[in-house]
């Protein structure tokens, strides 16, 4: 299926960074998302709030991967050296398209909550359009189910990178129970922090995982040649740019074949259209205050670049920790313990490994609270702060769900059970990117009408 349609993601992909950055620029960028004329959060915990919620963990587990496997196996045949190309093709594939897909939930979204005055669900985007009471619970059901199996995927594959990493650091390897305790202390935190809420739960823990993440960006960085650094993250960036249509687009000399596609482009902005849903009104429902001009540039822009100077600080100091060892044997090659590998070549190597396993646990936990509190708010009347009895049966059902597919693996040993479901949500991602194509022309015909209605109220 993604052969069939991952060309049509790309195009899909493309096409909204286009579209929100035109919107940006355009009259409707400066439409209010409430009548408040200040931010309801400051650009700091939003930004830790948003970014939480969308992606954190993966960065930890591909930050030395990834950057090491583009170095070793180019994806196409290019005149940049190496590094620069592995670095240019890890920032397309966790660049301003993943972010381009949440941000266009997120206006959407926000714009039917706080200009059209709607309840948050996603048939609210249609709700102009769709009158029908069946259709549009079909719309909300089908989200909530892509929503729920994206929770079950990312927790029972969250706790099997944790087990690996743990197995890694500690060369044993433990039983079943270790990857279900680790689904109950991730379902349990993630339920507290939805629970206390936006302000004092979901908000607070954000800002503690970007902190984290930083110092541990810093600690790398300090140990590394930062000329280096900066001119990779430069020389990267700026190919980045200038390709970015045609490497968008897959397009000669920029092709990297239709099995690369299939195992990296496509399956990425079908995981990031998986996602988009449930992350784009997480990020609507706490971007009160702002315009969709602050909206969209800032969701597509700042989580981007400061993903391309994570990845170009992992990934240059893993380059030149190769250089140094004059020969690579794959050691960076496992998504479970890459990092854990590459933190062993540094001073203080078991902290920083605790710290990471910290974190991840601290994104995973960001990301399903934030999806609890949207499940919250669909099934309680599209409420904006949900009764708190849907946050608690919400988590209870994330974690039976949870520990019932890691048993059902370790029973069926022969069935890969996290890939089964990830392959699902994969193919639920398939109906809403057509369902984005469709919410995308209604809403441009709203505020094409409230444009209409608000120059013949300016005459009169």
Known sequence: MRNHFGYFYLYLGLGCVLLLLLIAI????????????????????????????????????????????????????????PEILALEFTFYQWGFIAWAFYGLFAMIIAYALFV??????????????????????????????????????????GAAQIHGGINHLTASVSGIWLPLALACCISGLAFISAWKGVNRGIKVLSKYNIVITLLLLAYIFSFSDPMAIFRNFGLALGNYILDFIPLSLALPPFDPGIGFLTDWTFYYWAFWLAWAPFTGIFIAR??????????????????????????????????DIIEKNREYSGEFADV????????????????????????????????????????????????????????????????????????????????DVLVAVQKLLIITSLPFSFFMVFMTLVFLKDIIKKRIRDQETARQ
């Open 26 to 81: 355009s009259p409707a960028g400066k439409i209010r998302l409430g009548k408040e004329n200040k931010p309801e959060h400051s650009l700091w915990a939003w930004t830790a709030m948003l970014y939480s919620a969308g992606m954190g963990a993966g960065i930890l587990l591909r930050a030395v991967q990834e950057p090491v496997f583009m170095q070793q196996s180019p994806p196409y045949q290019s005149q940049l050296p």
């Open 116 to 157: 059209a005055k709607r309840r948050v669900k996603i048939s609210s985007a249609v709700e102009s359009v769709i009158s029908n009471g069946i259709a549009r619970n079909g719309i909300d059901i089908m989200t909530i189910l892509t929503t729920v199996f994206g929770l079950i995927a990312a927790i029972g594959l």
């Open 286 to 319: 706490i971007s009160r205050g702002r315009t969709l001009r602050q909206l969209l540039l800032g969701v597509m822009f700042i989580p981007s670049l400061g993903t391309f100077f994570w990845f170009s600080v992992f990934g240059s100091a893993a380059f």
């Open 336 to 415: 479970f313990s890459s990092l854990f590998i590459f933190l062993g070549n540094y001073p203080l190597a078991g902290m920083l490994n605790g710290i990471t396993l910290l974190l991840l646990v601290g994104f995973l936990v960001t990301s399903v609270d934030s999806a609890v509190f949207v499940l919250s708010m669909f099934t309680d009347r599209g409420r904006k702060n949900p009764g708190k009895r849907h946050r608690l049966l919400w988590s209870l059902i994330i974690l039976l769900a949870t520990l019932a597919l890691i048993i059902l693996g370790n029973v069926k040993p022969e069935i």
